[in-house]
């Protein structure tokens, strides 16, 4: 098994390195005959790049991002008890206290980000983590790889006496007010959407030729390996060849 301080390693690296440096290791650990930890390794997949951007930010902004985390739930609270009658106040108040967390941790996130729609895609991610436990959790440990879809409602599910809730609007007039506060966190998100589906398209491009690319790369090492194979069985014919004694 790969240790964990080296798969750490590996998804802390700048994004252009994750392959060469997964390749190395796998390498490394194959020629110290761990083959199965090699074979581990080499399936690793490198994060799509909002995934990256994410998986820095939870080495480098560890507190933000659990405080984001943190308010997700805070809201999937209010929004329970905005289901049970409570009012919307709570929400509004939780509401705003989760785009504050937000704006902290993409505060952070701007050296690491170049692009407005790789921010929109980073900030979908995070709202993704905030709103699902399990997505909070692949967060935390920095090794995120797929990038996660932001609640169809910008909000999440909670759990609420074991029973799941889900942030929809709320219906009853007295709620409406959430209801508004819901749309109103999905209006960012409207308006990015084009330029975030041209910029995705470009760079699945991208991540889909490098995955091309890795796959030949590992064809060529296979093949290579088979060739050194098949020179160390022509040079021990060769010897044996050699050492025979000749007739007479």
Do not use: C
Request: glycine share 6%; aromatic share 2%; net charge negative.
């Amino acid at each position: 098994m790969p240790s964990d301080d080296a798969v750490d390693e590996l998804y802390a690296l700048p994004l252009d390195q994750f392959v060469t440096r997964r390749n190395a290791l796998a390498k490394e650990l194959r020629a110290a005959g761990d083959k199965e930890a090699a074979t581990e390794v080499a399936a690793l997949r490198k994060p799509a790049v909002p995934a990256w951007v994410v998986n820095q930010l939870a080495r480098t902004a560890p507190d933000e991002v659990e405080a984001l985390l943190d308010a997700g739930r805070q809201v999937a609270a209010a929004q329970a008890g905005a289901l049970r009658g409570a009012g919307s106040a709570p929400l509004r108040e939780a509401a705003a206290a989760e785009r504050a967390a937000l704006r902290a941790v993409l505060a952070r996130a701007r050296p690491l980000i170049r692009t407005d729609a790789v921010r929109n895609r980073v900030a979908g991610a995070l709202r993704a983590a905030a709103a699902d436990p399990s997505i909070a959790e692949q967060v935390r440990s920095g090794r995120l790889t797929d990038e996660p879809e932001a609640p169809a409602f910008g909000g999440l599910a909670s759990v609420d006496g074991g029973v799941a809730v889900g942030r929809t609007p709320v219906a009853d007039s007295e709620d409406a007010e959430a209801g508004e506060l819901a749309a109103e966190r999905r209006e960012p998100e409207r308006r990015a959407a084009e330029l975030a589906r041209r910029a995705e398209k470009a760079e699945r491009e991208a991540e889909r030729l490098e995955q091309r690319a890795d796959a030949a790369e590992r064809e060529a090492r296979e093949r290579r390996q088979a060739a050194d194979l098949a020179r160390e069985e022509a040079a021990a014919l060769r010897q044996a060849a050699e050492e025979t004694p000749g007739p007479g």
